[in-house]
């Protein structure tokens, strides 16, 4: 038999054997249980304002935490990169710490062990709490991302800068951290998404009714109107998580490929 | 009195000893070549003189003070700059901000004098100014070599330090770089050079000294040393 015949038999055994899983499914699986499981409509009159508040809440805790995160893990990753032994070592303890501890657990600790054992009053109470916590995390995480970039920016442009007359502290300012950030889009992008997708750890920490975000709204639903018992709150939720991930994952995708090409 | 004087001056990396009892001096208003193969320590004695590295032993005399153990901003307010090996434009900054960044020290930016020395720095290289608005790290290579040399004269340098600048360029370029070099001489900088295109750099150099593994071999006029017969077998391929 010809190599090409050859390859033509065995993709389309591959595609035969997709086919058959595709049919078999779509017989067996019982569709009206699942369109009356996670797609029931009837999630009543209040259901679309609280979504949307879920979807803002998501979104202000998401930008604060990657905000606050961020300036974090600037000083964390010049801590580790700094010629003082004691800063480089305060750094490394903090993110390996909060990079080994699981998010829930620090958001645990900063919305209720912390705030019962300082008698401490945290800006947006709980939900607040439970935000700086998530920076906590995301700066340690960020830390790492911030301090590659920084060594990644050649040891010229250092030498450069220094011989044209700036100190240390304009040389990171205007040469070093500026490219650095260039290096890191992607990942940093990349983190976000992440801290999106965080943000629903949130939903746990017991935030006013105006403060939930939107695992919490829609998780709330699981147990209240004509939908309870249902997961259609959760698929919704589900539903508008991907609309806002997907299109910044692709996003990430681009970003990694025109730096590529840069390259 | 000299411009710049090294005396004695030992550099190591770690353990190994970068360059050794090294003395040599600049006189105002020449050229003055240090010449050798790789690993010499030519861009080593560069870099120290700039501050980038630290001494071990030695000193260095600019304009009649030491400043053997000042930080590099300091010898640039100073008036000593330098054009770093590999260029080391600021790729993401237009050519006019690399520029601009060359006068880091300086406090009269917004005075016709920052206004001339640029303009003089244009004359010097007419491409920059065509292409002032565009991305250095876009630029070729001998375009870059020029956006380097031109950010280290906007310091309004006393003594230049121009750590190989033909490298990696087509011969007519070459030529173009090193009559500029001349220019730069011509207008009353001090140009310390350090090359490896040997031919080219000793026909114009006042004063000319051979590195070799950290120390200096040979010393003399550039043409004293482009018309040695050693010199001419190790470093000129016999053809000047």
Same mark, same amino acid.
């Given at each position: 038999?010809?190599?090409?015949?050859?390859? =033509?038999?065995?993709?389309?055994?591959?595609?035969?054997?997709?086919?058959?899983?595709?049919?078999?499914?779509?017989?067996?699986?019982?569709? $009206?249980?699942?369109?009356?499981?996670?797609?029931?409509?009837?999630?009543?009159?209040?259901?679309?304002?609280?979504?949307?508040?879920?979807?803002?809440?998501?979104?202000?805790?998401?930008?604060?935490?990657?905000?606050?995160?961020?300036? %974090?893990?600037?000083?964390?990753?010049? !801590?580790?990169?700094?010629?003082? %032994?004691?800063?480089?070592?305060?750094?490394?303890? =903090?993110?390996?710490?909060?990079?080994?501890?699981?998010?829930?657990?620090?958001?645990?600790?900063?919305?209720?062990?912390?705030?019962?054992?300082?008698?401490?009053?945290?800006?947006?109470?709980?939900?607040?709490?439970?935000?700086?916590?998530?920076?906590?995390?995301?700066?340690? +995480? *960020?830390?790492?991302?911030?301090?590659?970039?920084?060594?990644?920016?050649?040891?010229?442009?250092?030498?450069?800068?220094?011989?044209?007359?700036?100190?240390?502290?304009?040389?990171?300012?205007?040469?070093?951290?500026?490219?650095?950030?260039?290096?890191?889009?992607?990942? #940093?992008?990349?983190?976000?998404?992440?801290?999106?997708?965080?943000?629903?750890?949130?939903? @746990?920490?017991?935030?006013?009714?105006?403060?939930?975000?939107?695992?919490?709204?829609?998780?709330?639903?699981?147990?209240?109107?004509?939908?309870?018992?249902?997961?259609?709150?959760?698929?919704?939720?589900?539903? %508008? +998580?991907? @609309?806002?991930?997907?299109?910044?994952?692709?996003?990430?995708?681009?970003?990694?490929?025109?730096?590529?090409?840069?390259? | 009195?000299?411009?710049?004087?090294?005396?004695?001056?030992?550099?190591?990396?770690?353990?190994?000893?970068?360059?050794?009892?090294?003395?040599?001096?600049?006189?105002?208003?020449?050229?003055?070549?240090?010449? $050798?193969?790789?690993?010499?320590?030519?861009? /080593?004695?560069?870099? /120290?003189?700039?501050?980038?590295?630290?001494?071990?032993?030695?000193?260095?005399?600019?304009? $009649?003070?030491?400043?053997?153990?000042?930080?590099?901003?300091?010898?640039?307010?100073?008036? #000593?700059?330098?054009?770093?090996?590999?260029?080391?434009?600021?790729?993401? *900054?237009?050519?006019?901000?690399?520029?601009?960044?060359?006068?880091?020290?300086?406090?009269?930016?917004?005075?016709?004098?920052?206004?001339?020395?640029?303009?003089?720095?244009?004359?010097?290289?007419?491409?920059?100014?065509?292409?002032?608005?565009?991305?250095?790290? /876009? !630029?070729?290579?001998?375009?870059?070599? *020029?956006?380097?040399?031109?950010?280290?004269?906007?310091?309004?340098?006393?003594?230049? #330090?121009?750590?190989?600048?033909?490298?990696?360029?087509?011969?007519?370029?070459?030529?173009? @770089?090193?009559? @500029?070099?001349?220019?730069?001489?011509?207008?009353?900088?001090?140009?310390?050079?350090?090359?490896?295109?040997?031919?080219?750099?000793?026909?114009?150099?006042?004063?000319?000294?051979?590195?070799?593994? $950290?120390?200096?071999?040979?010393?003399?006029?550039?043409?004293?040393?482009?018309?040695?017969?050693?010199?001419?077998?190790?470093?000129?391929?016999?053809?000047?």
């Amino acid at each position: 038999m010809r190599r090409s015949t050859k390859r =033509y038999l065995r993709q389309g055994g591959l595609y035969a054997v997709l086919a058959a899983v595709v049919i078999f499914l779509a017989v067996s699986v019982d569709w $009206g249980n699942v369109h009356r499981n996670f797609w029931t409509p009837g999630l009543g009159d209040n259901w679309h304002d609280l979504i949307l508040t879920g979807v803002k809440n998501t979104a202000i805790y998401t930008v604060i935490s990657f905000a606050l995160g961020l300036a %974090l893990a600037l000083l964390l990753a010049l !801590m580790k990169l700094s010629d003082v %032994l004691v800063y480089r070592w305060i750094a490394t303890v =903090y993110i390996e710490l909060f990079r080994g501890l699981p998010a829930l657990i620090t958001i645990l600790f900063m919305a209720f062990a912390v705030p019962i054992a300082f008698q401490w009053h945290a800006p947006g109470g709980t939900a607040g709490a439970g935000v700086i916590g998530l920076v906590m995390v995301a700066g340690a +995480y *960020m830390a790492e991302t911030l301090r590659a970039g920084l060594q990644a920016v050649p040891k010229g442009q250092t030498e450069a800068a220094r011989s044209l007359g700036m100190g240390p502290v304009a040389t990171h300012v205007h040469v070093i951290i500026p490219q650095a950030f260039r290096i890191i889009i992607p990942p #940093l992008t990349n983190e976000f998404v992440l801290l999106i997708k965080d943000t629903s750890l949130l939903s @746990i920490v017991g935030a006013a009714v105006g403060q939930r975000e939107l695992t919490n709204v829609s998780r709330d639903f699981l147990s209240s109107g004509s939908t309870a018992g249902t997961g259609t709150s959760l698929a919704q939720a589900a539903l %508008l +998580y991907l @609309i806002i991930t997907l299109p910044l994952t692709r996003l990430v995708a681009w970003l990694e490929k025109r730096q590529q090409r840069a390259r | 009195m000299p411009l710049l004087e090294v005396e004695s001056l030992c550099v190591n990396y770690g353990h190994i000893e970068a360059i050794r009892d090294i003395s040599f001096s600049v006189e105002r208003g020449t050229i003055t070549t240090l010449i $050798g193969a790789n690993g010499a320590g030519k861009t /080593t004695t560069l870099k /120290t003189i700039s501050g980038l590295r630290t001494v071990r032993a030695g000193k260095i005399i600019f304009d $009649g003070k030491d400043i053997t153990n000042l930080p590099p901003y300091e010898r640039v307010k100073l008036g #000593l700059s330098q054009s770093p090996e590999g260029r080391g434009v600021f790729p993401g *900054m237009t050519v006019r901000e690399n520029l601009d960044m060359g006068a880091f020290v300086r406090t009269d930016t917004k005075t016709p004098a920052y206004k001339e020395d640029l303009d003089r720095v244009y004359a010097l290289f007419p491409r920059l100014e065509e292409r002032a608005k565009q991305v250095a790290g /876009t !630029m070729s290579g001998g375009e870059q070599q *020029m956006v380097a040399m031109g950010r280290a004269l906007m310091a309004r340098p006393k003594l230049v #330090l121009l750590d190989e600048p033909s490298m990696g360029l087509a011969p007519k370029l070459i030529a173009q @770089i090193f009559s @500029i070099i001349d220019e730069i001489k011509a207008q009353g900088t001090t140009v310390l050079l350090v090359e490896q295109n040997a031919a080219q750099a000793l026909k114009r150099s006042d004063t000319a000294h051979i590195l070799e593994t $950290g120390e200096i071999v040979r010393s003399g006029t550039g043409t004293e040393l482009a018309a040695d017969g050693s010199v001419k077998a190790a470093y000129l391929g016999g053809d000047v």
